[in-house]
């Protein structure tokens, strides 16, 4: 490399580091989603499989819990961690496919200008490491492109499989890698040779742990996840959310220079043909699928995760490989100059405003229900009811109530979900002795009045009404009730719906 590329590259490097400081930053001072205290549940009785996802992101949180504790930072660290690796993956995977340091360097960086990048791997769903993931799949399939050589395969398998321990969603490489192949004339001999079948069985034995898991409980996540896929009703409306969502997950300007790169993948100038259908293929399976599924269904924005990487490269093509007339250079040296402080920007105001609410003026958004602000607070008030009635343990009514309750409560205090009880299938039961006895019921307002709770409970006594909140505006109101006097199993064990006889 020249100097002048030294400079980039450590500029590049020295750039991610600081972002990954920021979301370090607000990781630690961001009070836990509902989805992240329930999988914090799950990293504290690991398995090979759980009702909702593979295992990976309960063990992400696992190891970030060894290494800082039971806290919000603890929980988060080691995704924001692994954007580090990621970077690492896409900036080579770039150099191989397209050459030189300008376009590996903004692919870098465009990529963790992305708030599916920033907000993505601090907030800790089976996306942060199905990203991860998703970038070493990419690098690996390059290093096949670019070595010619087979054992890159089992590198490719050992990627796909850990892709598979994060989410389902990586089960679309297998389609995108076959796809490449047949397309690109010279690769077709890799579908007569062993080593991609190999690298298969590698990533089949990798991914083993949670199909065992599922043949123990009846296939049942199985069912859930890959049932997602009939379609029930058609409902197109959903397809409109698609861009609008995207464009905000990969920030407007990244957006544009990705619309353009993609476009410009289409032709022959903006690079080799293997590589630029390594890229389409990769991206294009995970898209038409979801836009497919977007017919019958709300897709979310997250679950195009495994998309970003290739995306990433292809804003750079668009900025540093394709060819463009005046006018369009113009709009891409303009979005690449300000992507990353748009997206630096961007991100600072989605945390500023979840945590304050400050940048609505204190009005209700989308962030209030999912983030817990205000929960710390509310649990201590709950501990305090629980406390003075002598409740031997929390009953709560969803499994992100039930996780939030875990995580705020004192260590060690009883708490469970009232139903679905095969979320909580490799967790131990509550003793005899804690269901026995008088249990706390935290739901919503007039919620124990339903039938079913009187027919569970002899005794059913309001005992509070509290109230979560941020800054001054009120969130949610929390009833509490003291349930006693159980007429049998106070806990609703019925199948989950995916397993119940029609």
Known sequence: MTAQEVRLVRGTAAVVVGLVLLRLIAAAWTPLTFDEAYYWMWSKHLAGGYYDHPPMVAVVIWLGTLIAGDTEFGVRVVSVLLALPMSWAVYRTAELLFGGQRVACSATLLLNATLMAAAGTMIVTPDAPLLVASSFV??????????????????????????????????????????????????????????????????LAVFSPVILWNADHQWVSFIK??????????????????????????TPLVFVLGAMGLYALARPHSGAWPARTLINATLWTIVLYFVWHALHNRVEANWFAPVYPAFAIAAAVAAHVTPWKPRARRTIDFCLRWAGPGGVI??????????????????????????????????????????????????????????????????????????????????????????????????????????????????????????RKRGPLVIEKVELDVLDGAKGDPLDRSPPEELAKP
């Open 346 to 467: 961007l991100f600072t105001a989605l945390v500023v405003q979840a945590n304050t609410g400050l940048l609505s003026g204190y009005r209700r958004d989308a962030t209030v229900r999912s983030i817990g602000v205000g929960f710390p607070e509310l649990a201590a008030e709950i501990e305090a009811v629980r406390l003075r009635i002598g409740a031997s343990c929390v009953l709560a009514p969803d499994y992100g109530t039930t996780g939030w309750l875990a995580f705020y409560l004192p260590k060690g205090t009883c708490v469970t979900q009232h139903g679905q009880r095969i979320r909580w299938v490799n967790m131990p039961e509550p003793s005899a002795a804690q269901l026995s006895g008088k249990l706390l019921l935290v739901g919503e307002q007039n919620a124990a009045a339903s039938p079913e709770w009187q027919a569970r409970f002899s005794i059913i006594e309001k005992v509070g009404e509290l109230t």
């Open 138 to 203: 990419l690098l690996a399939l390059a290093q096949v492109l670019a070595t010619g050589q087979g054992a890159w395969w089992i590198a490719v398998g050992v990627a796909v499989g850990l892709a598979l321990l994060s989410k389902y969603t990586a089960l679309f490489f297998g389609p995108a890698i076959l796809i490449w192949l047949i397309a690109v004339p010279k690769l077709r001999r890799w579908l007569l040779s062993p080593w991609p079948y190999l690298g298969g069985i590698v990533a």
């Open 225 to 250: 996840q890959l049932g997602r896929a009939r379609i029930a009703h058609f409902n197109p409306a959903f397809v409109a959310e698609l861009i609008p969502t995207q464009i905000a997950f990969a």
